[in-house]
């Protein structure tokens, strides 16, 4: 299979791209296409065999349930039993945008999209490029990262096309996606709501509109078991080794291990802060962003893992942040993408 690539123009769509895009996932076939996280690889929803070559392309294990991506809140209702107060309020208020609902399914959803679970998960993308391809397709779109399972999740074509590159039909290229990590995902199917992956929308953005909301134990206690079944892979890492380091004591530390880890002859990446970027000339160094904008870590994050394994290095040193807020959000990917090796100073 042959993968083409799209390029749009957000300022002047090309609407036969869409048109095209949409026959494709009528036919059964899979579109990578753009959203303000990351680019997800989208099917129909609602065609089992179409969903079943998502888990094939991506090599995903068949317990990990997908998202359903919609284009108007209105069609969630036939999505799921019920859709609640609390979860209307929600919607109301942050969709479109990156935040994901789990509810009840209705019986439309096929198994194979919610794991073999009861409940679905669904989100309405604030992308409005993303809009406009899954309305172009009347049907909602099923749609992960277009990304092999387990590598950092792509936030440019060109990184899909990396891993997709004859796995799929077609690329929806809309250029670099805003936000850089995944949809916050909440599970509205519980007496008492629990997110059960941070996303942009943090723990303390949504007790605003939720006050009771709680976070998954596995989000406060290393130890314990996620709740959400795609949580317990392996996920966001690149090939090299990688370790975090969060505190003051973070660079002196750093510039320790780089040192070392040279001298053993392994090829060493640093990611880091704008700050300290002059500090680590000797090596492969690319930046974090601004420190006081977590934002710019979350855009550049999963783009910098990719750039530093296609430049062969044996291990990644990375400062860390703060689990608060956004950096709480940014850490969840950062340990995973670390196997774990994250220390705090």
């Not at 099917?43 to 991506?69: Q, S």
């Not at 209702?77 to 979860?87: C, P, Q, R």
């Not at 807020?325 to 950062?334: A, D, Q, T, V, Y």
Request: aromatic share 8%; proline share 5%; hydrophobic share 35%.
């Amino acid at each position: 299979m042959e993968t083409k690539i799209l390029k749009i123009d957000r300022n002047n769509v090309d609407y036969s791209y869409l048109k095209k895009a949409g026959n494709l996932i009528k036919m059964g076939e899979l579109v990578a296409f753009p959203t303000e996280t990351v680019y997800g690889l989208g099917a129909d929803g609602l065609n089992e065999k179409a969903a079943a070559k998502i888990f094939k392309a991506k090599n995903r294990p068949a317990d990990n349930p997908l998202i359903l991506h919609i284009s108007e809140n209105e069609e969630l209702i036939d999505l799921v039993e019920k859709v609640d107060d609390k979860t209307k309020y929600l919607i109301n208020n942050l969709w479109p945008g990156p935040l994901t609902v789990i509810l009840k399914k209705s019986s439309k959803i096929p198994a194979i999209i919610t794991g073999g679970g009861d409940t679905v998960a669904v989100r309405r993308p604030k992308d409005e490029l993303a809009r406009l391809f899954i309305k172009e397709c009347n049907t909602p779109i099923a749609a992960p990262s277009a990304n092999i399972s387990g590598r950092p999740s792509p936030t440019n074509a060109s990184d899909v096309y990396y891993d997709m590159n004859g796995r799929i039909s077609l690329i929806l290229d809309g250029g670099e996606s805003d936000i850089g990590i995944e949809s916050t995902v909440i599970d509205m199917s519980l007496d008492k709501p629990c997110i059960l992956r941070p996303g942009f929308y943090t723990y303390e953005y949504i007790k605003e509109f939720i006050p009771e909301v709680c976070l998954d134990d596995s989000l406060v206690d290393d130890s314990k078991v996620p709740r959400s079944p795609g949580q317990k892979y392996k996920h966001y890492a690149p090939k090299a080794r990688m370790e975090v380091y969060v505190g003051d004591k973070s660079i002196s530390l750093i510039k320790d291990l780089a040192k070392k880890e040279s001298e053993k002859g392994n090829k060493v990446g640093i990611l880091v802060f704008n700050d300290y970027l002059d500090e680590f000339s000797d090596y492969y160094t690319l930046s974090l962003g601004n420190k006081d904008r977590l934002i710019e870590m979350s855009h550049v994050l999963f783009q910098a893992l990719r750039d530093l394994d296609r430049n062969s290095c044996d291990i990644i040193l990375a400062q860390g942040v703060e689990d608060i807020g956004l950096g709480k959000s940014i850490m969840n990917r950062m340990k995973k993408s670390a196997s774990g090796n994250v220390n705090y100073l």
